[in-house]
Nanobody, 123 residues
Framework: QVQLVESGGGLVQAGGSLRLSCAAS????????MGWFRQGPGKEREFVAA????????YYADSVKGRFTISRDNAKNTVFLQMNSLKPEDTAVYYC????????????????WGQGTQVTVSS
């Protein structure tokens, strides 16, 4: 059974930083992309960042480019999202996902999801 567990969310002031982690278990994820998505109150789930298996290619939403960094430790089946210069509009539940996909920005392309971790940025 595949399991993704996010951690690292919390409350932070605008301009602050948080580092999210997502630990994957239950199967081999060789070749799988890893992605981060978020869903704010009353909003649809949106793409944040993604990484190919090797980590050699990363992709970001325009709204987070230059502020967020995705990285992964394949030996530990873990992906990270370093979030700097946080803004109140970054407030959302953040989800990690994994799947055998090249359509990194589309939530339906991912087969496995974590339960989410809340990030709240106060102004």
């Amino acid at each position: 059974q595949v399991q993704l567990v996010e951690s690292g969310g919390g409350l932070v002031q605008a301009g602050g930083s948080l580092r999210l982690s997502c630990a994957a278990s239950g199967r081999t994820f060789s070749g799988y992309a890893m992605g981060w998505f978020r869903q704010g109150p009353g909003k649809e789930r949106e793409f944040v960042a993604a990484s190919t298996w090797s980590g050699g290619n990363t992709y970001y939403a325009d709204s987070v480019k230059g502020r967020f960094t995705i990285s992964r430790d394949n030996a530990k089946n873990t992906v990270f999202l370093q979030m700097n210069s946080l803004k109140p509009e970054d407030t959302a539940v953040y989800y990690c996902a994994t799947g055998s996909t090249y359509n990194y920005k589309r939530p339906a392309s991912y087969g496995y999801w974590g339960q989410g971790t809340q990030v709240t940025v106060s102004s």
